[in-house]
C-alpha cells in the first residue's frame, strides 16, 4: 500500500528525519539528477542551519512550496539501511519513547556510520610571523604554535588547552586574520570491507609456456572461476607481482568484492537433531498452528535446562523453512556465544550477529547481511530487535525477564517490549522464554494477552538442585571471613573442593552500599506508603523514601521488632574473594563482575578457565547468573540474599526471586546434582522461600497481590523524569519548580487529579553519580495515553523548554531501575 501512495506524491519532495535532538522531521528537496537515487530507508546528507548532517529519508511527500526549501546534498547508500516497513516502528518509538526520530534511527542503525560536521582551526601566514610577537599573551602564543603543526580540531585544542581556550579567544584571532576556521565533513569511520579477487578472461589465448607458478595460478582459476588474491599469494608468494604482469598482459582481471569481517571465532561442527520430548513438542506444534497467521504472542516458561532453547530452534527453522526470518534475541553478550554455537551449529551461514561486542566494522557488516537477504537469522543482544528484515516470521526473546533488555542510556528502551509492538506491527508470532518470567508477562499470559506454554520437566530428568538457606542473624557477631562465609557454607566449599569440583559463589551487588537492615530481626526499614526500602541520607542523617519523600530518623527503632541496631551491607565482590583466599589458600579464585570483565574476550577467557577447571571459586555479580553450562559446579553459595531483597525498588521482591532462581540452577547441569547454600537476615520472606523451590506461580500469587495493593505495574504505568545538575542548590531548586508545574497542570486540568499521581521532587536514592546532583519526579498513571498526554502537556511548559545549559531532563518511560 505503501508504495501506491508514495507513487502518487511528487519524488521531488522528501521527508527526512535528521540525527540530530530535533522534535520534527523535514523536507528538502531532491535536485533531479538525484532523483534515482533517491529512496526511503537511504541515509542522506543534508544542510541544516550552518552544518551539513546526515539524516534517513523516509519518504516522499505532499509538495511544499516553501522557498526555503533546502536541496539534499548527497545519499551516500547504495541500498536502503532499512526496509521501508519499519518507519512505522521508528515512529512508534519516537512517541512512546518522547525521543527525536532521527535519533531513534540513529540508536537503531549499527554504530560508525555517522557523517557529521566538525571545524577545523588552520594558522595563516600573518598567523605564522607574529607567533613570538610580545602583544600575544602566551597562551595565544602556545595555541598558534599548536597549529602551526597542522589543522586542528575544536575538541583538539580544548583538550591541550583545557579551559584556557575560549570560543571567543578563537574567535578574536579569527577576526585578526592571524587564523581561519573551515568546516569539514567527517567521512563516516565504517566503509564496505573489500578485497581483491583474480577472474581469468575470457577468449584470451594463453602463451604456450608459462613458468611452473604461473601455471599453477592459471590451474587455480581455471578451477574456480574467482579466487582471492590472498588465496593465491599463499599458494605462490610472488602471486601480486605475477597478476600485475598478467592483468597488464590482459590475461586476468582483478576485480574488488564485498567481503564480510568474520566475527565468529572456531569452527562449529554441526549438531544432530534431538528426538523432542512430549512436552517439547506440544509446546512446538502449538505455536506453530499461529505461525504465520499474523501476531500472535506467546510466553514459554520452564526452569533452566528443560529444553526452551531446542524449540526456539525448531521453530526457527520452520519459519526460515517457509521463507521468513527470524530474530533471536539474548539478554547478555556473555551468553551470546553460547546461543551462537548452538545456533550456528544448527543453522549455519544463516546466521548473523548483532551486539556490542562487535567492532564498528563488523556489526556495518552483520546488518548489511540481514538488509541483503544473506543472513535469515538475528541473533544478539537488544539491539538486534532492530534486524532490518522485510519479512519476520517470529521474535525470540530468551529470558524474557532480563534487565538487561532494558538500554539505560539515550533512547530508554525495552527491547522485550519493543520486539512485541514489532511483531504486532509486523504481523507476526513473538516467542517470550524464561524460567523466572516477569510479573509483566505473566500478568500478560493470566490475562490471556499472551498464550503459554510450559515445560515443567527438565530433559532426562536431570535433578533440580538441593536449596539450604543460613539464617544469618545466627552469625551476626562473627567476624572477619566467618561473617561472609558461615561455617555451613564454609563446609559445604571444602567438601566440594575435596572431591575436585567447582564453586560457584554470588554476590548481587549493582554499585548501592548504603542498605541496612535490622540486625536482630533482619528486617530493612521501609517506607509506609510506598513499601520500599529507605535509603540512608548521610548528610541530614536520616532514612529517606526516594519515591515519596517520606523520611525516618537516623536513630529511629525497628518496625518489626523494635531493636535499634541497624547493620549496614556493605559487601563486596572483592571482600568475598579475600575471605574465599583466607579460607582456602590452596583454591585457584577468580573474580567476574564489571570490574574485572571489560571486554567480551575476558569474559570469554574466563568462562574457558572455568570449563577447563583451571578455576576452582569462582566469585562474580549477576554477571555469573545467567544461564552458562558449567557440569562441574556443584555447589552455589549465595553470599547475601538481601543485597537485593532491600534494594529501594518495587521490583526488588521480584529481582531477587529472579536471582535466586537463576544462580540455583547454574548449580548441577552436569551428571552430578548441585547443592546450593542461601544465605539471609530473611529467611521467611517470600521471594526467598519460593525461589527455593523454583516456583514461579507461588511467587507470582503473592507478588501481584502486593503489586495490586499499591497500584504499582502491571497495575500503572510510570514515567520517570529525571533531573541533573552540577550545582547543588540550582538542581534543588529547579526540581522543586518541576514539581510545582507538574502540580499546577494537574490543577489545571482535572482529569489528571484522577488519571495521574506525582510522587516527588525527591532526591534520587544514588544522589550524586559523576558529580552531578540528581532529583527525580515519578509520574504513576492509569494507563499509558494519560501519562502520555501529561508529558506533553510538560513538554510545553516554559520551564521545561529554558533548561538545557545546567541541567539536564531525562525522561525515562517504563523505568527499571529507579535509582
Ligand atoms: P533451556 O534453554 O530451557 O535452558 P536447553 O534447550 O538449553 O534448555 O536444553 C538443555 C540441554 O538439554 C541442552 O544441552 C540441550 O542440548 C539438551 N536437550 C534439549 N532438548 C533435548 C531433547 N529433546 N533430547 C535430548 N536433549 C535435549
Ligand atoms: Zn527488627
Ligand atoms: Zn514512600
Redesign the pocket.
Known amino acids: 500500500m505503501l508504495s501506491a501512495v508514495n507513487m502518487a506524491t511528487d519524488p521531488t519532495y522528501i521527508d527526512v528525519a535528521i540525527a540530530l535532538p530535533v522534535e520534527t522531521t523535514f523536507t528538502y528537496r531532491v535536485p533531479d539528477d538525484m532523483r534515482p537515487l533517491a529512496l526511503p530507508g537511504k541515509r542522506v546528507l543534508v544542510p541544516f542551519g550552518k552544518r551539513r548532517v546526515t539524516g534517513y529519508m523516509l519518504g516522499f511527500c505532499e509538495r511544499h512550496d516553501l522557498k526555503s526549501i533546502k536541496d539534499i546534498l548527497d545519499v551516500p547508500d547504495e541500498i536502503p539501511l532499512f526496509p521501508e516497513s519499519m518507519i512505522p516502528f521508528f515512529k512508534w518509538i519516537a512517541d512512546y519513547y518522547m525521543y527525536p526520530i532521527g535519533e531513534v534511527i540513529k540508536c537503531a542503525l549499527p554504530g560508525g556510520l555517522n557523517m557529521y560536521d566538525f571545524t577545523l582551526v588552520e594558522i595563516t601566514e600573518s598567523g605564522r610571523e607574529v607567533i613570538t610577537d610580545p602583544s600575544l599573551t602566551p597562551v595565544e602564543q602556545k595555541m598558534l604554535r599548536h597549529i602551526a603543526n597542522g589543522p586542528s580540531s575544536f575538541t583538539d585544542i580544548f583538550k591541550n588547552f583545557g579551559k584556557k581556550i575560549s570560543g571567543s579567544l578563537i574567535r578574536r584571532l579569527e577576526d585578526r586574520g592571524l587564523i581561519t576556521t573551515r568546516r569539514t565533513l567527517k567521512r563516516s569511520r565504517v566503509n564496505p570491507n573489500t578485497e581483491r579477487y583474480v577472474v581469468l578472461n575470457e577468449h584470451t589465448t594463453l602463451p604456450e609456456s608459462m613458468s611452473v607458478q604461473r601455471q599453477k595460478i592459471i590451474d587455480r582459476l581455471r578451477m574456480e572461476k574467482e579466487v582471492s588474491l590472498k588465496t593465491l599469494t599463499q599458494m605462490v608468494p610472488s602471486a601480486g607481482r605475477m597478476i600485475k604482469s598478467m592483468a597488464d598482459a590482459g590475461y586476468v582481471s582483478v576485480v574488488h568484492r564485498r567481503v564480510y569481517r568474520d566475527p565468529f571465532g572456531e569452527a562449529i561442527q554441526p549438531d544432530t537433531l534431538?528426538?523432542?520430548?512430549q512436552e517439547?513438542e506440544n509446546v512446538t506444534a502449538n505455536i506453530l498452528r499461529s505461525l504465520g497467521k499474523g501476531y500472535s504472542a506467546h510466553l514459554l516458561t520452564?526452569v533452566?535446562?528443560?529444553?526452551?532453547?531446542?524449540v526456539y530452534m525448531r521453530l526457527a527453522a520452520e519459519a526460515i523453512q517457509r521463507g521468513y526470518s527470524v530474530i533471536i534475541l539474548v539478554p547478555e553478550i556473555a551468553l551470546i556465544s553460547q546461543m551462537e554455537r548452538r545456533f550456528r551449529s544448527r543453522f549455519g551461514d544463516c546466521v548473523a550477529l548483532l551486539h556490542s561486542g562487535l567492532s564498528d566494522g563488523e556489526r556495518y557488516d552483520q546488518w548489511m547481511r540481514i538488509v541483503s537477504g544473506e543472513a535469515s537469522i538475528a541473533l544478539g543482544a537488544r539491539s538486534a530487535v532492530f534486524a532490518p528484515f522485510k519479512h519476520i516470521g517470529m521474535i525470540v526473546v530468551d529470558e524474557e525477564h532480563d534487565p538487561s533488555y532494558k538500554q539505560e542510556s539515550s533512547l530508554r528502551y525495552h527491547a522485550r517490549d519493543l520486539a512485541v509492538v514489532r511483531a504486532k506491527q509486523s504481523g507476526c508470532t513473538v516467542l517470550l522464554g524464561s524460567a523466572t518470567p516477569s510479573i509483566q508477562s505473566y500478568y500478560n499470559a493470566v490475562t490471556k494477552k499472551f498464550s503459554q506454554g510450559v515445560?515443567t520437566e527438565r530433559?532426562?530428568n536431570r535433578p533440580l538442585p538441593e536449596v539450604a538457606i543460613v539464617d544469618l542473624r545466627e552469625y551476626r557477631d562473627g567476624r572477619g571471613a566467618k561473617k561472609i562465609i558461615t561455617p555451613s557454607l564454609h563446609r559445604a566449599m571444602k567438601e566440594t573442593l575435596e572431591r575436585g569440583e567447582q564453586v560457584l559463589l554470588f554476590l548481587n551487588r549493582r554499585g548501592f552500599s548504603s542498605l541496612s537492615v535490622c540486625a536482630s530481626c533482619g528486617e530493612a526499614i521501609r517506607c509506609k506508603n510506598c513499601d520500599i526500602s529507605l535509603t540512608f541520607h548521610k548528610e541530614e542523617n536520616v532514612y529517606k523514601c526516594h519515591y515519596c519523600g517520606f523520611c525516618l530518623l537516623s536513630n529511629s527503632k525497628c518496625t518489626s521488632c523494635g531493636s535499634s541496631s541497624f547493620q549496614l551491607l556493605g559487601l563486596g565482590t572483592e571482600k568475598v574473594e579475600a575471605a574465599v583466599q583466607s579460607l582456602f589458600p590452596e583454591a585457584r579464585v577468580s573474580r567476574m563482575d564489571r570490574d574485572t570483565i571489560t571486554r567480551k574476550e575476558s569474559i570469554v577467557s574466563i568462562l574457558r578457565a572455568l570449563k577447563n577447571r583451571e578455576i576452582d571459586v569462582l566469585v562474580g555479580t549477576q554477571m555469573v547468573a545467567k544461564?552458562h553450562?558449567f557440569p562441574h559446579i556443584t555447589l552455589v553459595g549465595i553470599i547475601c540474599a538481601d543485597l537485593s531483597l532491600n534494594f529501594p525498588d518495587f521490583r526488588a521482591g521480584e529481582r531477587t526471586f529472579q536471582l535466586l532462581a537463576q544462580v540455583a540452577g547454574r548449580a548441577g547441569r552436569g551428571d552430578t546434582p548441585g547443592r546450593v547454600i542461601l544465605q539471609t537476615f530473611n529467611p521467611q520472606h517470600f521471594s526467598i522461600l519460593t525461589a527455593k523451590d523454583q516456583d514461579f506461580k507461588a511467587f507470582y500469587g503473592t507478588e501481584i497481590l502486593y503489586r495490586k495493593a499499591l497500584n504499582y505495574p502491571p497495575f500503572s504505568r510510570i514515567i520517570q523524569i529525571r533531573i541533573a545538575g552540577k550545582d547543588k542548590n540550582k538542581t534543588g531548586r529547579y526540581a522543586h519548580d518541576m514539581g510545582r508545574v507538574c502540580q499546577a497542570i494537574q490543577k489545571r486540568d482535572k482529569t489528571f487529579l484522577t488519571s495521574i499521581e506525582i510522587l516527588g521532587p525527591i532526591e534520587a536514592s544514588l544522589q550524586k553519580i559523576a558529580a552531578h546532583y540528581r532529583w527525580q519526579i515519578l509520574l504513576k498513571g492509569i494507563s499509558s495515553q494519560s501519562l502520555h498526554q501529561f508529558v506533553h502537556c510538560l513538554f510545553l511548559e516554559r520551564i521545561y523548554k529554558t533548561a538545557s545549559k545546567d541541567i539536564q531532563i531525562v525522561i525515562d518511560v517504563d523505568p527499571l531501575y529507579m535509582m
Open positions: 534431538h528426538t523432542l520430548t517439547q520452564g533452566t535446562g528443560s529444553g526452551k532453547t531446542e515445560l530433559v532426562e544461564g553450562d
